[in-house]
T-cell receptor, first 114, second 116 residues
Framework: AQSVTQLDSQVPVFEEAPVELRCNYS??????LFWYVQYPNQGLQLLLK??????LVESINGFEAEFNKSQTSFHLRKPSVHISDTAEYFC????????????FGSGTRLSIRP | DSGVTQTPKHLITATGQRVTLRCSPR?????VYWYQQSLDQGLQFLIQ???????AKGNILERFSAQQFPDLHSELNLSSLELGDSALYFC???????????????FGEGSRLTVL
């Protein structure tokens, strides 16, 4: 069965510092991988996804994630964070194309200090 | 704005009561998903409907039920409420039926249920 582990429940960083949010998954088959972001008092929004092809995927607001099959990881990175990046970030994995099979991690709360 | 509308945004009720949460999906989306988000359980998939039919079931209690109407809006009914049912309930929609690459889920802002 598939599972996803987000290793850090909270990550505090200073503004303009780099950040990495860690995500590891477990699956016996090929997977689709996602990062969703939840801003305060809002629903989740898709940040980026890996379906196939290039293992490095990017979002429009400067985040990137790299699919590492050998390490079964999909860590999210940003070289310089802004106050507006304060949110909870969810890694998710799916073994097939059905959105109902998406398994979400427990989330990582990113807090940005000025 | 995701285009998914959930009502009510907040609801406070007592144990043993019944509540109904409502969701209107994005225009054109045929699939509706319900999730429960709580501090101890994280984000849990409850149930999916596609074009009025139940498509997939997750960790949904027997006290909970859902349906999707011909106009594609969906309702989640929670009965015999317990303290532990207090959570944020999200509705999400997608155009995907399960064919093709895993699609994006569009989430509403959630309905926060407090059971006292």
């Amino acid at each position: 069965a598939q599972s996803v582990t987000q290793l850090d429940s909270q990550v505090p960083v200073f503004e303009e510092a780099p950040v990495e949010l860690r995500c590891n998954y477990s699956s016996s088959v090929s997977v689709y991988l996602f990062w969703y972001v939840q801003y305060p008092n809002q629903g989740l929004q898709l940040l980026l996804k890996y379906l196939s092809g290039s293992t490095l995927v990017e979002s429009i607001n400067g985040f990137e994630a790299e699919f590492n099959k050998s390490q079964t990881s999909f860590h999210l990175r940003k070289p310089s964070v802004h106050i507006s990046d304060t949110a909870e970030y969810f890694c998710a994995v799916s073994e097939d194309s059905s959105a109902s099979k998406i398994i979400f991690g427990s989330g990582t709360r990113l807090s940005i200090r000025p | 704005d995701s285009g998914v509308t959930q009502t009510p945004k907040h609801l406070i009720t007592a144990t043993g009561q019944r509540v109904t949460l409502r969701c209107s999906p994005r225009s054109g989306d045929l699939s509706v998903y319900w999730y429960q988000q709580s501090l101890d359980q994280g984000l849990q998939f409850l149930i999916q409907y596609y074009n009025g039919e139940e498509r997939a079931k997750g960790n949904i209690l027997e006290r909970f039920s859902a349906q999707q109407f011909p106009d594609l809006h969906s309702e989640l009914n929670l009965s015999s409420l317990e303290l532990g049912d207090s959570a944020l309930y999200f509705c999400a929609s997608s155009a995907m039926t399960g064919t093709g690459p895993a699609g994006e889920l569009f989430f509403g802002e959630g309905s926060r249920l407090t059971v006292l």
